[in-house]
T-cell receptor, first 114, second 110 residues
Framework: DAGVIQSPRHEVTEMGQEVTLRCKPI?????LFWYRQTMMQGLELLVY????????DSGMPKDRFSAKMPNASFSTLKIQPSEPRDSAVYFC????????????FGSGTRLTVV | RKEVEQDPGPFNVPEGATVAFNCTYS??????FFWYRQDCRKEPKLLMS???SGNEDGRFTAQLNRASQYISLLIRDSKLSDSATYLC???????????FGSGTRLLVRP
């Protein structure tokens, strides 16, 4: 199994531009999570899906962030317009119903907004 | 109050030492508990689940105290390769929603 795959690994963009982060979960995992990690805030849950449906997006700034999961093997997190305070590492994670195994994380996307 | 609190450290210990980390959580209804390890500039990786009766995995021992709402991780015979940040993780208001502590940094020196 290739694990959770995220792209791009690094993204540098100018303030005001649109940014799209991508994630492919582990095959068979029906839960997908987007986290953001900064030095100040640690790991924050932005949104999570179960069977492609949004279950909780209370941690996501709705004015500029949107998350979609059009099929079981692909999810996107979009930021429009991006701001310098969005600079962080964005992790995608997935899990199945056998929850005692916790989550498996992707390698993350390091976003820098200048 | 944060949902999951940890001492940020760093804990600086010599090789071979025993070191313990504690973590407290605020939601008394939490049912799932984990320790994750995160190396610098890498993703978090599951170290071990924490069970009510306590559990051990090689040099690592995890304990759960539900009455006091804290979780501990004990590392015996520390190795240089144990240097990392250790994240305490607890489920939130949904079984599948995990809340991560800010992490405790461990440095093991030769």
């Amino acid at each position: 199994d290739a694990g959770v795959i995220q792209s791009p690994r690094h993204e540098v963009t100018e303030m005001g531009q649109e940014v799209t982060l991508r994630c492919k979960p582990i095959s068979g995992h029906d839960y997908l999570f987007w986290y953001r990690q900064t030095m100040m805030q640690g790991l924050e849950l932005l949104v999570y899906f179960n069977n492609k449906a949004v279950m909780d997006d209370s941690g996501m700034p709705k004015d500029r962030f949107s998350a979609k999961m059009p099929n079981a093997s692909f999810s996107t997190l979009k930021i429009q317009p991006s701001e310098p305070r969005d600079s962080a590492v964005y992790f995608c994670a997935s899990t199945s119903g056998a929850f005692n195994y916790g989550y498996t994380f992707g390698s993350g996307t390091r976003l820098t907004v200048v | 109050r944060k949902e999951v609190e940890q001492d940020p450290g760093p804990f600086n210990v010599p090789e071979g030492a025993t070191v313990a980390f504690n973590c407290t959580y605020s939601n008394s209804a939490s049912q799932s508990f984990f320790w994750y390890r995160q190396d610098c500039r890498k993703e978090p990786k599951l170290l071990m689940s924490v069970y009510s009766s306590g559990n051990e995995d090689g040099r690592f021992t995890a304990q759960l105290n539900r009455a006091s709402q804290y979780i501990s991780l004990l590392i015996r015979d520390s190795k240089l390769s144990d240097s990392a940040t250790y994240l305490c993780v607890v489920n939130g208001d949904s079984s599948y929603k995990l809340i991560f502590g800010s992490g405790t940094r461990l440095l093991v020196r030769p």
